[in-house]
């Protein structure tokens, strides 16, 4: 047993909160289980006075989180003060070149400066780790970097984003509409007052970025994403995506093809049978495939106080033991600048909805739309008969390319009969 | 970079195939990862000259594993011999006491000895490690011991033997009976000649032994599990817990109660909402729950060449990165000796279905026998109307305790008009 580990916290938020939480909580559990005590010796926040039910007794104050990042007495700084820029930015930054661990659970800067930081981290011959910024308390960065470390990745795929799960269960589960549920969930505090982040898919876009260079060994490149949210997920779709055996569920998808690599975040439609589409409610979810292992699932808690606060322990502990790991599983000088795959090359099965006009031809149109761009249709519904009004068609297509489908989807949003822009929703079998 | 790590393989059966076979494959990648090479150096198996598809080229052969365990060049020294006692303990045994470190997949060994050989290994400093011998594929063991760290872990429990799983998932599917699907998992592969070790409990009974060390930081104790299999689960009580919203699951649970332990194996009725219900065919899963984490459940393959071999492979990764974890996460002297929880004790709902003469009054005797024990009734059901002829009559009742349970049981089977033993399934709401 060496001497306790010195730790800075900058950020007193909830993550901030639930860390000190645990610590006082389980210090007996976690010294016994790393050999050493963990201490939190220093900490920074905005508002020293405000009562966060703590007793940080003994822990210095900073009110700049620089200066904490520079304290020479720390073994680890723990950085949740969040964003991707800025004095986030700057602590970890600061911390790892002076030489000190750093555990964060910021997916925004390691999604944006996760490359660089990793750089200076093996520079510096510490570690940068970051299990709280993906999925929560779920382990999904020692799944990734250590479970399947015998592995070749193949395809990684997720539920990275609480928020918009809890809304698309909830709305299979009610029947409402997007604004409804959402209007709920910020009334349960699942949603944000803002909540774009969330449901326009960047949070999940920050989280796929990252466990992208992970497993695939490449550079974090969160520009390269197709992001699509799930405000334009309508409650038609998703009670036909039930009828056809199907879940809808905002998916962060990568995997490599072609050399290349094809990062996307969007709506899909999974089989029912599969196990992430019984992910449901605020859980997430990652699922990983291997060349020796197949496939694996790990579900749990994705945001939240003690489970994010359970993932940065987890860091914490593995610093404490000693572990040594580069930040993504191979060295930074080693992380292959991979092309992306273009959107347009994307191959898989879609859904479609048209509002058209019930008149002879109509169908004959659309399905001469997609004979021309060599696509073949495995189910079409048609409920009930209108003559002369709208009536929503739904088609699944089987696999196909995105850029035949972008061509067959122009050319029937421009027929006459069709009264609004066709709905269309990729399906991905797991 | 250092020195190729250098492994001997004691067993070239199919993890040990699995295992070359992997290292020949990813070989660089495995290099990238740990900053070293992985290099077979020595290898031992029965028969010389059998075609194993493997190159094995410089690699030492010996006919004796114990001797290979001996080998001074090794730096590490892989178990997939099999079973409790005999040469596999041996193997184990003296590599360590050599200041090897060992890596096995071998769950029997790890649940009979687990505790004096993590000992032996303390002592001389060196890794034992075992991923693959629980859940195959799947880093519970990871998950639990550094995953989960922050936490104190409050209860594990998983679907852990792939072929119970698979014959439970097919009677369902199919509505057979138990010995007929057993018949066909037989003829393709999924279950042995012998089948008793898988469907009577053992296997898994020795993997929950395994993760209620680790979960609890205890003495690893076998002998304590109460254990039950699948043969006597019929079609009809599959048909019952579809109906009244349940799957049957084979589940190992451990959990901690009044400072002692309580661990089963056993056929589980399931909430079907439950994620682990939806664990089906050969897959397996583990789920846990600690204090600040809630709940995570990791599911994959549990047995085959493939996954173990890519567990296998993951506990040489950490070697060779440098990691020094204790063997059941805290040091082997710290391990706890606790009390086992008389199964007497355990305490929740359960399904009954008795088979009774259709006649008056049989049913006011069989509630009359529940209400002397204090047992409440949550739902019955009864079949049809067969006055004077055998009906079939099912009861779940609300949470209550063995013991209590046992009596009324007794008490009903001692009914003149009740014509079969009872049977009794225990519930869980995980």
Redesign the interface.
Known sequence: MTGAMKIGVAGLGTVGG?LCR?IE??GS??A????RSLLVSAVSARDRRKDRGLSLEGARWYEDPVSLAKDPELDVVVELIGGSEGVAYEVVATALSAGKHVVTANKALIAHHGTALARIAEEKGVTLAY?GAVAG???AI??LR???????VTRVQGILNGTCNYILTTMRETGREFGEVLDEAQKLGYAEADPSFDVDGVDAAHKLAIITALAF?CEVDFDAIQVEGIRRVSAIDIAYAEELGFRIKLLGIAQRRNGAIEQRVHPCMVPKSA?IA??EGVFNAVHAE????????????GAGE??T??????D???IA??????TF???AT?LESLPTLPMAEHRGAYYLRLLVVDRPGVIADVAAALRDEDISVEAMLQRGRAPGEAVPVVIVTHETGEAQMAKALARIEALKSCLETPRMIRIEQP
């Not at 016994?32 to 050999?35: L, N, S, T, V």
């Not at 250590?146 to 070749?152: F, H, M, P, Q």
């Not at 606060?309 to 987890?314: C, D, F, I, K, L």
């Open positions: 639930g645990l909580t389980n559990l976690l016994q289980r790393c050999g299990e308390g779920i382990p020692k799944t250590e479970g399947l470390a015998g592995n070749r060994g196990p019984s992910v291997g060349d020796f292992v197949g496939r694996i699932m790990i579900e749990g808690a003690r489970p606060a359970s993932a940065v322990a987890a914490l502990l593995d033991r000693g572990a040594q790991l580069p599983g191979i060295s080693a």
